[in-house]
Structure formats: structure tokens, C-alpha cells
């Protein structure tokens, strides 16, 4: 894959600075010469996690997301707190928001949810051998846990039920691999 073209960097200002983000905006100079400007949030590195049960049921969770007025249907997920290492966080907010610990993880790759306009990177993570475990759960999250059978979710994707980005992904992710590795 050839390099592509990069955009040089004029200015930055941040607009704002809040808990889990920040919104810049870059005056930057493009290939040609010409000048753009490139609103960025910047946000925390997160994580999501697929939990998988020994019958191969999924464990999702439902929770109403304000930002778009919806209840959906997610893995669990949560941001790196600090300097924590992306697997501890993923042990963290299984036990948080779902009760669970991993005896394994596994990591299955890692993604820019909008490249377009957000630094957020996210870690991804199959976890297995699940014994219960609770951490105290954040006051501001409401969760409801679902499991899904394995043989339901290719109606999910396909019917347009699953409408989450990470999930979408590990959710694919795991029926194109063939196991529950």
C-alpha cells in the first residue's frame, strides 16, 4: 500500500477541553496549496469486548445512548483510564458493566471508529472463560445485559438491528473467524 497524501498542519486551536474529549480545529494546507480547516475531537483510547460463554452465547449489552437518542444493542466497552494497559482495561469494564471475569483475552485488532474526525482508537478483545466478578459499575450507566445466541447474530447484522461501530466489527469479526478462539 502507497502512502498517501498528508496534509500539513498551520494551526491548531482547542475549543474545548472536556472529561473524555477535546474539540480542535487545524487550519492545515493541502497537497495542492490550498487551505483547509479539520474540526478534530480528540478522544481517549477505549476499549470493547466480546464475551463469549461456553455454549458460545454473547453476552451484549442494551443501553440508551443520549448523543442519538437510542437504546442499543453494544459490547461492552469503556476508556483506558491513564497510562492502564488496554488489557487491564478490558478486564475492568467487563467486570463493571457486566459482572464477568476473563479467564482469557484475547486481542482481535484495534480501530479508528471515525477516522474522519476523531483520534479515537479502540482496542478490541474476545474474552472467554467468564466467571463472575462484579466492580463497581459507573453511577451514570444504566445497563441491561443480553445474550445473544451465536445463530442470531447474522439476523442482527443483516436486519439492521446492530447499529454500534465496535460491535458491527467484533460481532463480524468473530463469524468470520469460525470459533470462539
Request: zero cysteines; hydrophobic letters at 40%.
Amino acid at each position: 500500500m502507497s502512502e498517501g497524501v498528508r496534509e500539513k498542519t498551520l494551526a491548531q486551536e482547542t475549543l474545548y477541553t472536556g472529561r473524555i474529549l477535546n474539540l480542535r480545529v487545524d487550519d492545515v494546507e493541502l497537497p495542492g496549496g490550498k487551505r483547509a480547516i479539520r474540526e478534530v475531537v480528540e478522544h481517549r483510547p477505549a476499549v470493547g469486548i466480546l464475551p463469549v460463554l461456553e455454549d458460545g452465547t454473547v453476552l451484549l449489552i442494551r443501553q440508551y445512548r443520549y448523543a442519538v437518542g437510542e437504546d442499543m444493542l453494544e459490547i461492552p466497552a469503556g476508556i483506558v483510564e491513564g497510562n492502564e494497559p488496554f488489557d487491564d482495561a478490558a478486564r475492568r469494564e467487563l467486570q463493571e458493566e457486566i459482572g464477568y471475569f476473563p479467564e482469557h483475552l484475547r486481542e482481535i485488532g484495534r480501530i479508528y471508529n471515525s477516522p474522519g474526525f476523531s483520534t479515537e482508537l479502540m482496542a478490541l478483545f474476545v474474552a472467554t472463560g467468564l466467571r463472575p466478578s462484579k466492580l463497581q459499575e459507573d453511577d451514570d450507566e444504566f445497563i441491561t445485559v443480553v445474550p445473544v445466541a451465536r445463530g442470531e447474530i447474522p439476523a442482527l447484522i443483516a436486519g439492521g438491528k446492530l447499529k454500534d461501530a465496535k460491535t458491527f466489527a467484533a460481532l463480524s469479526w468473530w463469524l468470520a473467524a469460525g470459533d470462539d478462539r
